[in-house]
């Protein structure tokens, strides 16, 4: 499953998944370690919270494919 998630995006980080009934679920992660501020342009390595997205992806082997996305939101350190 991790060489499946390097091919759609080197930039995610596989969790782990899960097959449950006729739906198989992927977890993954973003490797981003660092963000821009999209008010200042300041990078910042500061979290401020976490949340997952979901999506669903093409069946695999007729099983419907949903990816969960472990999201980050950065607090900018620019005080200003």
Known sequence: MKEIIKMLDKGL???KHEI???T???YVKSKKK???CPV???ETDKVHSK???SFQ???IGGKKVTIILEMRIFK???KE
């Open 20 to 22: 449950k009934e006729d």
């Open 40 to 42: 200042c342009g300041e």
């Open 24 to 26: 198989i679920y992927i």
């Open 57 to 59: 992806d093409l069946p």
């Open 51 to 53: 949340y997952t997205r």
């Open 34 to 36: 660092k963000a821009k």
């Open 76 to 78: 900018c350190k620019n």
């Open 13 to 15: 980080k596989y969790i």
